[in-house]
């Protein structure tokens, strides 16, 4: 079974800067898929970036790139430029990429980390 | 909003009563998710329908029971829950693309549920 550890449940940051949220995950698979969502407050999960394991490039989405580490099996989220609007929990989540059935579509999420961005 | 919507926003219900939560996505996908959001702990997988068809029962109790008419609307039917069944359930969807691929999940607002 696979698990997603988020050592940090909660960080703050000051508007501008730049913060970087850790990921780690147990798994014996080679392929799969990692993710960091975000939930603002009282509003809709939503995707921040996406990592296909296979790719050995981090993916950045904007201000959003990842730190990708396979051997270690980290999968760490940086904010640069942190705005207002970034205050949220994010979740990070693991999924695996399989031939079958069923527990391919399974995300197996993190506690999340509640991220406070300050003005 | 990400194109999945979810009904009630907001559900208290006793603990002898039957309410339905309803999932809609206007996104095209084949799959359909439920999960549970409780305080302190990670999101819980519950359900999965693909092409309609449920392919994954999380050990959910009885007492949740799920359904899926089409690829398009999934709901949540509880009866007789109890107040540790209070939590936030998002529902959520992706396009399958075959048994090896599957694409990003996207969800629904949630329905916040208090039991008494």
């Known amino acids: 079974a696979q698990t997603v550890t988020q050592s940090q449940p909660e960080m703050s940051v000051q508007e501008a800067e730049t913060v970087t949220l850790s990921c780690t995950y147990d798994?014996?698979?080679?392929?799969?898929?990692l993710f960091w969502y975000k939930q603002p407050p009282s509003r809709q999960m939503i995707l921040v970036i996406r990592q296909e394991a296979y790719k050995q490039q981090n993916a950045t989405e904007n201000r959003f790139s990842v730190n990708f580490q396979k051997a270690a099996k980290s999968f760490s989220l940086k904010i640069s430029d942190s705005q207002l609007g970034d205050t949220a929990m994010y979740f990070c989540a693991f999924m695996k990429h399989g031939d079958s059935g069923g527990s391919n579509y399974k995300l197996t999420f993190g506690k999340g980390t509640l991220l406070t961005v300050n003005p | 909003e990400t194109g999945v919507t979810q009904t009630p926003r907001h559900l208290v219900m006793g603990m002898t009563n039957k309410k339905s939560l309803k999932c809609e996505q206007h996104?095209?996908?084949?799959?359909m998710y439920w999960y549970k959001q409780s305080a302190k702990k990670p999101l819980e997988l519950m359900f999965v329908y693909n092409f309609k068809e449920q392919t994954e029962n999380n050990s959910v109790p009885s007492r949740f029971s799920p359904e899926c008419p089409n690829s398009s609307h999934l709901f949540l039917h509880l009866h007789t829950l109890q107040p540790e069944d209070s939590a936030l359930y998002l529902c959520?969807?992706?396009?399958?693309?075959?048994?090896?691929?599957?694409?990003?999940?996207?969800f629904g607002p949630g329905t916040r549920l208090l039991v008494l």
């Open positions: 996104l095209g996908h084949n799959a």
């Open positions: 798994t014996s698979e080679s392929n799969y898929y």
């Open positions: 959520a969807s992706s396009q399958v693309i075959g048994l090896a691929d599957q694409e990003t999940q996207y």
